[in-house]
């Protein structure tokens, strides 16, 4: 793809992710990413085949987005606890982003398609987070930051629960100091009496 290709192809990507963020993903038709796009049916179809395509396109540029942002947070001498307070951090940001999210469609995109496991790209995010946390939970307690008996089990503990008020949040609401209080707990057994 020539580099005007590739411009129309990410401004077809970035539109569509607003449509999804206001209707959803079950709602969303390709006439509404035309009518969002103003471009041709036809134009859109060069890119894309579905909305489910579209929408998969979308997913894998806001993780990549948000790996770029966690990344760029990490100052070279972090401590593996400072780590895993800036994903915490970032994972706080967006529990309470009720406004632009794309929670509610990424949800309805994987009840309804139920992807094969290999091209899930939740349970991919998810595995692939469990994986970082166990090796930052097991380099916490080599270096004493941390107290574990069970790195991946803490880390997959970490991911679900995180998951579970990720739901919360967009189907009953979830204060700040609530979400506050939950990372806390996550924290508490990790964490040496004397740094909490």
Excluded: H, W
Excluded at 73 to 83: C, K, L, Q, R, V
Excluded at 91 to 98: A, V
Excluded at 154 to 159: E, L, Y
């Amino acid at each position: 793809m020539g580099e005007k290709s590739e411009q129309k192809k990410q401004f077809i990507v970035d539109t569509a992710r607003q449509v999804f963020v206001e209707k959803g993903f079950g709602d969303v038709t390709m006439k509404d990413i035309v009518d969002a796009c103003g471009i041709s049916r036809g134009g859109l179809y060069l890119y894309f085949d579905s909305t489910a395509a579209l929408f998969r396109e979308v997913l894998e540029a806001e993780q990549m987005e948000k790996d770029d942002i966690f990344t760029g947070e990490i100052p070279e001498d972090a401590t593996a606890t400072d780590i895993l307070l800036v994903f915490l951090k970032e994972q706080k940001k967006e529990i309470l982003l009720r406004k632009n999210s794309l929670a509610v469609a990424t949800y309805e995109y994987f009840l309804a398609n139920k992807p094969a496991k290999k091209d899930n790209l939740l349970r991919r995010r998810f595995l692939q987070a469990v994986e970082i946390l166990t090796g930052l939970i097991g380099a916490g307690v080599e270096s004493g930051e941390f107290i574990c008996e069970d790195p991946q089990g803490a880390a997959q503990n970490i991911m679900f629960v995180l998951e579970g008020l990720r739901v919360c949040s967009q189907t009953m609401g979830l204060s700040e100091s609530r979400l506050d209080s939950e990372l806390l707990y996550l924290m508490k057994d990790l964490v040496y009496e004397e740094l909490s």
